[in-house]
Protein backbone atom coordinates (compact mmCIF):
# COMPACT_ATOMS: atom_id res chain seq x y z
CA UNK A 1 0.00 0.00 0.00
CA UNK A 2 1.38 3.53 -0.85
CA UNK A 3 0.05 7.27 0.21
CA UNK A 4 1.09 9.42 -2.32
CA UNK A 5 0.32 12.46 -4.00
CA UNK A 6 -2.12 12.45 -6.49
CA UNK A 7 -1.01 12.54 -10.55
CA UNK A 8 -3.09 12.98 -13.78
CA UNK A 9 -3.41 9.23 -14.33
CA UNK A 10 -5.45 9.17 -11.31
CA UNK A 11 -8.17 10.90 -12.49
CA UNK A 12 -10.32 7.75 -13.46
CA UNK A 13 -10.32 6.69 -9.81
CA UNK A 14 -10.90 9.70 -8.39
CA UNK A 15 -14.29 10.26 -10.44
CA UNK A 16 -15.62 7.23 -9.41
CA UNK A 17 -14.75 8.13 -5.81
CA UNK A 18 -16.37 11.29 -5.98
CA UNK A 19 -19.39 9.21 -7.94
CA UNK A 20 -19.87 6.63 -4.63
CA UNK A 21 -19.65 9.82 -2.40
CA UNK A 22 -23.20 10.70 -4.19
CA UNK A 23 -21.41 14.13 -6.18
CA UNK A 24 -22.97 14.15 -9.70
CA UNK A 25 -20.34 12.54 -12.32
CA UNK A 26 -17.42 15.25 -13.37
CA UNK A 27 -15.83 15.51 -16.81
CA UNK A 28 -12.12 14.57 -17.19
CA UNK A 29 -11.26 18.25 -17.47
CA UNK A 30 -12.90 18.74 -13.82
CA UNK A 31 -10.90 16.16 -12.02
CA UNK A 32 -7.44 17.21 -13.87
CA UNK A 33 -8.46 21.29 -12.86
CA UNK A 34 -8.60 19.77 -9.30
CA UNK A 35 -5.75 17.88 -9.07
CA UNK A 36 -4.13 21.07 -10.30
CA UNK A 37 -5.78 22.88 -7.79
CA UNK A 38 -4.65 20.56 -5.13
CA UNK A 39 -1.36 20.96 -5.94
CA UNK A 40 -0.90 24.68 -5.64
CA UNK A 41 0.45 26.36 -2.33
CA UNK A 42 -1.96 26.05 0.46
CA UNK A 43 -3.86 22.19 -0.79
CA UNK A 44 -2.82 18.98 -1.23
CA UNK A 45 -4.39 15.68 -2.57
CA UNK A 46 -3.50 12.16 -1.13
CA UNK A 47 -4.40 9.40 -2.53
CA UNK A 48 -4.16 5.33 -1.01
CA UNK A 49 -2.80 2.82 -4.15
CA UNK A 50 -2.43 -0.79 -3.58
CA UNK A 51 -1.08 -3.17 -6.38
CA UNK A 52 -0.92 -0.50 -8.92
CA UNK A 53 -4.81 0.60 -8.19
CA UNK A 54 -5.87 3.82 -6.42
CA UNK A 55 -8.58 3.12 -3.92
CA UNK A 56 -9.15 6.11 -1.94
CA UNK A 57 -7.60 10.09 -1.29
CA UNK A 58 -7.92 12.37 0.92
CA UNK A 59 -8.11 16.39 -0.30
CA UNK A 60 -6.30 19.04 2.48
CA UNK A 61 -6.60 23.01 2.55
CA UNK A 62 -4.68 24.83 5.40
CA UNK A 63 -5.12 28.65 5.86
CA UNK A 64 -4.43 31.51 8.49
CA UNK A 65 -6.71 32.08 10.81
CA UNK A 66 -7.15 35.48 12.06
CA UNK A 67 -7.08 34.72 15.88
CA UNK A 68 -4.59 32.55 16.48
CA UNK A 69 -0.61 31.99 15.40
CA UNK A 70 -1.20 28.84 14.02
CA UNK A 71 -2.42 27.56 10.88
CA UNK A 72 -6.15 25.55 10.56
CA UNK A 73 -6.10 22.52 8.88
CA UNK A 74 -9.15 21.47 6.93
CA UNK A 75 -9.91 18.15 5.27
CA UNK A 76 -12.38 18.95 2.20
CA UNK A 77 -12.89 15.20 1.22
CA UNK A 78 -11.93 11.67 2.01
CA UNK A 79 -13.04 8.51 0.61
CA UNK A 80 -12.24 5.10 0.69
CA UNK A 81 -13.74 2.43 -2.79
CA UNK A 82 -16.68 0.64 -0.96
CA UNK A 83 -14.53 -2.58 -2.28
CA UNK A 84 -11.91 -2.19 -0.01
CA UNK A 85 -13.95 -0.74 3.33
CA UNK A 86 -13.47 -1.16 6.52
CA UNK A 87 -9.83 -2.24 6.10
CA UNK A 88 -7.66 0.45 7.77
CA UNK A 89 -7.36 2.86 4.50
CA UNK A 90 -9.27 5.53 5.69
CA UNK A 91 -7.16 5.69 9.23
CA UNK A 92 -4.10 5.84 6.91
CA UNK A 93 -5.09 8.38 4.98
CA UNK A 94 -6.20 10.15 8.11
CA UNK A 95 -2.90 9.78 9.72
CA UNK A 96 -0.96 11.00 6.87
CA UNK A 97 -2.78 13.93 6.40
CA UNK A 98 -2.45 14.73 10.27
CA UNK A 99 1.20 14.46 9.75
CA UNK A 100 1.31 16.59 6.81
CA UNK A 101 -0.68 19.02 8.22
CA UNK A 102 1.53 19.61 11.35
CA UNK A 103 4.64 19.77 8.87
CA UNK A 104 2.22 22.93 7.57
CA UNK A 105 1.88 24.76 10.93
CA UNK A 106 -1.69 24.08 11.37
CA UNK A 107 -2.55 23.54 15.49
CA UNK A 108 -5.95 21.85 14.20
CA UNK A 109 -7.79 19.54 11.84
CA UNK A 110 -11.36 20.43 11.05
CA UNK A 111 -13.47 18.22 8.74
CA UNK A 112 -17.17 18.41 7.72
CA UNK A 113 -19.60 15.77 6.90
CA UNK A 114 -23.27 15.34 6.58
CA UNK A 115 -25.16 14.70 8.93
CA UNK A 116 -26.90 11.75 7.18
CA UNK A 117 -23.55 10.46 6.94
CA UNK A 118 -23.37 8.33 10.36
CA UNK A 119 -20.69 6.16 9.79
CA UNK A 120 -18.66 8.53 8.69
CA UNK A 121 -18.81 10.41 12.01
CA UNK A 122 -17.85 7.00 13.88
CA UNK A 123 -15.36 6.83 11.69
CA UNK A 124 -13.93 10.76 12.85
CA UNK A 125 -14.61 9.90 16.63
CA UNK A 126 -13.07 6.93 16.39
CA UNK A 127 -10.01 8.83 15.34
CA UNK A 128 -9.65 11.17 17.83
CA UNK A 129 -12.48 13.88 16.54
CA UNK A 130 -14.74 16.02 18.15
CA UNK A 131 -17.71 17.87 17.41
CA UNK A 132 -16.73 21.50 18.65
CA UNK A 133 -18.70 24.30 17.04
CA UNK A 134 -21.47 24.51 14.62
CA UNK A 135 -21.53 25.14 10.24
CA UNK A 136 -24.02 27.38 8.95
CA UNK A 137 -24.44 27.77 5.37
CA UNK A 138 -25.91 30.14 2.83
CA UNK A 139 -25.99 28.97 -0.72
CA UNK A 140 -25.37 32.35 -3.02
CA UNK A 141 -26.16 32.44 -6.58
CA UNK A 142 -23.44 33.15 -8.93
CA UNK A 143 -23.38 34.06 -12.55
CA UNK A 144 -22.59 31.59 -15.36
CA UNK A 145 -22.64 28.29 -12.80
Known sequence: ?????AAQHDRSALHDLLTQLGYPPAGDRFILQKIENYSADGYHLLVCEIEGKT??????????????????????????????????????L?????????LKDCSKV????????????????????SEDSRRFIKQLSTKGH
Not at 1 to 5: A, P, S, V
Not at 61 to 87: E, N, P, Y
Open 1 to 5: MIIRQ
Open 55 to 92: VGFISLHWFDMFHSVQKMGRITALCVSDHVRDQGIGGM
Open 94 to 102: LKEAEKFLT
Open 110 to 129: EVTTNFKRTRTHEFYLKNGY
